[in-house]
């Protein structure tokens, strides 16, 4: 019987177009001549299409699951995963939150795992022995020789570093919280520095300007708390508050905005403000925030497919992905300056 690796050659495509076809993904976008030719192919080489057959898969999550539900980039991330497998028959058997390590010992008894969120460099080695195929989401941890798919985190940070600059803000905060990352034992292990901080750091420092960090939250109400402090800040120095602000995501920005408008402060005009995610919460009312957009769905998409080509060998070696985000330009951040 012939392999979707040798179909591929003779059809002329890649392996990975071969598995689509044969899986019907709905996504892929190709020429009825070329999906006529890879079925002629299959047809001619006595290929055996295993319909009926569903790898199973296990989905490890880096938080809790009462942080999902809190959390609208993860839950919206986790359903779109679970939405791209049953497309792709994937079975998922379960989705384990913070998993401990008997449950990462006993990953080998399924074909493959789905690594969500931010992990410990240890662990994902750890996860990498033992999943017969893995692939790592959501995460820039830097691990040698595994299949990730991620967001573009550092040059979007760098680009609304930059769109500030530009505009002569460079009083510019960054303000967040900590990001915890998991380790094989399934218990807290540190704060991560997350890729954006990382990114701000080093671009403040090459602009030879002063950092200024607040870690308060990832909540509304962080974001209004954050808003407190600066301003009381503002109370005592004038000079130390900011005229621009990188926020962790949308909740913290919207509180910030609520918090500093109702005390008076201007925006755009006296901070400007970008967030993360573009949640329904950054345009629920006046002003809107300026956000940036991460396609958790293409995210997904492209994590399924590729542990997918992998459950059926039609990718060799190890593949990165990156999946830009797109900035929204609203009032905190307007693309124009009027």
């Known amino acids: 019987m012939s392999t979707i690796r040798e179909i591929a050659k003779i059809a002329g495509v890649s392996p990975s177009l071969v598995s689509r076809i044969i ?14 030719t890879v079925k002629q192919v299959i047809s001619q080489t006595n290929y055996v299409v295993k319909h009926g057959s569903r790898n199973e898969i296990i989905i490890l999550m880096a938080i809790s699951q009462q942080r999902q539900s809190q959390d609208l980039y993860f839950s919206n991330l986790h359903n779109d995963i679970l939405y791209h497998c049953k497309n792709n028959n994937l079975k998922v058997l379960k989705t384990i939150w913070l ?11 399924v074909s493959g795992v789905m690594v969500v ?14 999943a017969r195929s893995f692939v790592l989401v959501d995460d820039n941890t830097s691990v040698p020789n595994i299949n990730q798919v991620k967001s573009n985190f550092d040059t979007i ?12 803000r460079e009083k510019i905060a960054f303000i967040g919280g900590s990001i915890i990352r998991i380790s094989g034992a399934g218990k807290n292990w540190g704060n991560l520095i997350d890729i954006r901080l990382a990114t701000y750091y080093e671009w403040i420092r090459k602009h030879s300007f002063a950092p200024d960090i607040l870690n308060v939250g990832l909540t509304i109400a962080d974001g209004q708390k954050a808003a407190t402090q600066l301003l009381a800040r503002k109370k005592e120095n004038p000079y130390a508050f900011p005229n621009a602000i990188v926020a962790l995501n949308d909740m913290i920005a919207r509180g910030l905005v609520d918090e500093l408008t109702e005390s008076g402060i201007r925006i755009p005009e ?3 403000l970008v967030g993360f995610d573009d949640l329904s919460i950054t345009r629920i009312r006046k002003p809107t925030i ?8 293409g995210i997904a998409n492209a994590a399924v497919r590729l542990l997918r080509d992998q459950l059926n060998k039609s990718i060799f070696g190890n ?20």
């Open 23 to 36: 899986n019907n993904d709905p996504s892929l976008r190709v020429s009825d001549q070329t999906r006529r």
């Open 290 to 297: 300026t956000s940036v957009n991460i396609p958790t769905n």
């Open 319 to 338: 593949n990165i992905i990156t999946v830009p985000g797109k900035l929204i330009y609203r009032d905190s951040f307007p693309e124009k300056v009027n």
């Open 117 to 130: 969120g931010p992990f410990t460099a240890s662990t994902i080695v750890k996860i990498k022995q033992v």
């Open 270 to 272: 006296d901070v400007s």
């Open 99 to 109: 998993p401990d390590k008997d449950q990462i010992a006993n990953l080998d008894k």
């Open 157 to 168: 940070t760098n680009t609304i570093l930059n769109g500030f600059w530009h505009r002569s």
